[in-house]
């Protein structure tokens, strides 16, 4: 029997894909033309663009911060100001990174915490009796390194899902 069985839910979901791919690959081409050993105001611009991509992308996916959007207003304030130090770019800048880690931790890694700790005794403790001490100390060993994995996998750059 031949023919082609199409379902309007996969083609979307494939687009979907496709899509993700795409801004991916236009996220990747603006990072690397952006100069970073010179930082000016037309390199900050640049940068706030570039956040507002990435904010935008993580709304798209469901994922929103009220730290995050209120930083990039600051940063976008920021900008039309003549009078704003390094220093206090730098506390913006540090504002946005820990929005980011708040993100991955509540989006990408705590979904994994509970199961990591069942599975991970199931995998690497096979005949061996561990102390409480060494068996923690194995389980936080491998869940950094799924969650270092799991984080690598979605950053721009990284492997295609």
Not at 2 to 27: C, H, N, P, Q, S
Not at 40 to 68: C, H, M, P, V
Not at 101 to 112: A, D, E, M, P, R
Request: aromatic content about 12%; glycine content about 4%; overall charge positive.
């Amino acid at each position: 029997m031949y023919g082609v069985y199409r379902e309007d839910k996969f083609e979307a979901l494939g687009l979907t894909f496709r899509l993700e791919r795409i801004a991916t690959r236009l996220m990747e081409k603006i990072i690397n033309h952006i100069n970073l050993n010179y930082i000016s105001a037309k390199t900050l611009n640049r940068i706030y663009e570039l956040l507002e991509y990435f904010r935008e992308g993580l709304e798209l996916d469901g994922i929103s911060s009220q730290g995050l959007n209120s930083n990039l207003q600051m940063l976008k304030y920021s900008l039309t100001s003549s009078s704003f130090s390094l220093d206090q770019y730098l506390n913006i800048f540090q504002f946005i990174a820990d929005d980011v880690n708040k993100l991955v931790q509540k989006y990408f890694l705590s979904t994994y915490e509970y199961p990591l700790k069942m599975i991970i005794p199931q995998l690497f403790v096979k005949d061996k009796k561990l102390n409480d001490r060494d068996l923690k100390q194995l389980i936080h060993v491998k869940s950094e390194e799924f969650s270092r994995d799991v984080i690598s996998s979605r950053l721009p750059g990284s492997a295609v899902r």
